[in-house]
């Protein structure tokens, strides 16, 4: 078809750099991946300045979360300008129906009272933290490479 195959992109990304593409969850409903998938087109066609303003756009327009945006444009620094397949899109599922991963077997009521202690917060805004993918933003976070960690421990060995 017109975009390559996603197994492709994951495999050039893979071979790249060890690290898989990031998992592209959209909200619900044909305007944000119309919007991505014009998007992509520009990004795929070299004008990367109009391809971000479009996504800046629809994050001000609220059309697209921010996380949604970052996603992309991960995908497009991978040289990957696709969509995943419509029916594999976890964005389909309600979020209310999606729990927030527990760390370690973790139950909810456990990682709210964890999230309040460690940010002395209101249980009403540790819910809120965790609904948002607070939790899963600090995961991702965790198994990140972070390519300055290794120069400043290079440091501290000189």
């Not at 290794?150 to 060995?157: L, R, Y």
Request: glycine share 6%; aromatic share 4%.
């Amino acid at each position: 078809g017109e975009f390559a195959a996603p197994e492709l992109c994951a495999l050039q990304l893979a071979a790249m750099s060890g690290k898989a593409l990031p998992k592209l969850q959209l909200p619900p409903g044909e305007a944000p991946r119309r919007l991505v998938r014009e998007a992509s087109e520009l990004a795929r066609a070299g004008e990367m300045k109009d391809a971000q303003r479009a996504l800046r756009e629809a994050v001000a327009a609220g059309t697209l979360p921010p996380a949604a945006q970052r996603q992309v444009v991960a995908r497009w620094s991978a040289g990957c300008y696709d969509l995943p397949d419509e029916g594999t899109d976890v964005a389909k599922v309600p979020a209310s129906s999606v729990p927030s991963a527990p760390q370690k077997g973790q139950s909810y009521e456990d990682q709210v009272v964890d999230v309040m202690r460690q940010n002395q917060w209101s249980r009403k805004q540790a819910e809120e933290y965790i609904e948002e993918g607070g939790l899963e933003m600090e995961a991702m976070k965790r198994e990140m490479h972070h390519p300055m960690d290794d120069a400043f421990e290079k440091m501290k060995a000189a």
